[in-house]
Nanobody, 123 residues
């Protein structure tokens, strides 16, 4: 049985850093998309970063150069390292696994989702 557990959210000041973790037990990372999404109340959930089935990494323009997505196959864990955080990064962050193979934006393709981790950035 697959179990997804997120951790690492919290409150930081502008310019601070956080690392989100997403452990997916009972699952082996394979040739499918894994991704981080975020959502602000009243707005649609948006893609932040993803790794497609070929290992290609893509970031949203808003986080490029500040966030880093990675995965550790042995630990069955994916990460989102967030640096130089801004107030507009405040959101609930969700990890997602087993999407499509190459096109990672469609949220409906993902089989597994984390419970969400709140990130709050204050100025």
């Amino acid at each position: 049985q697959v179990k997804v557990v997120e951790s690492g959210g919290g409150a930081v000041e502008v310019g601070g850093s956080l690392t989100l973790s997403c452990r997916i037990s009972g699952y082996t990372f394979s040739s499918y998309c894994v991704a981080w999404f975020r959502q602000v109340p009243g707005k649609e959930r948006e893609a932040v970063a993803f790794i497609n089935g070929e290992g290609r990494i893509t970031y949203a323009d808003s986080v490029k150069g500040r966030f880093t997505i990675s995965q550790d196959n042995d630990q069955k864990t994916m990460y989102l390292q967030m640096n130089n955080l801004k107030p507009e990064d405040t959101a609930m962050y969700y990890c997602a696994a087993e999407g499509a193979r190459y096109l990672c934006l469609n949220q409906r393709d993902y089989s597994y989702w984390g419970q969400g981790a709140q990130v709050t950035v204050s100025s």
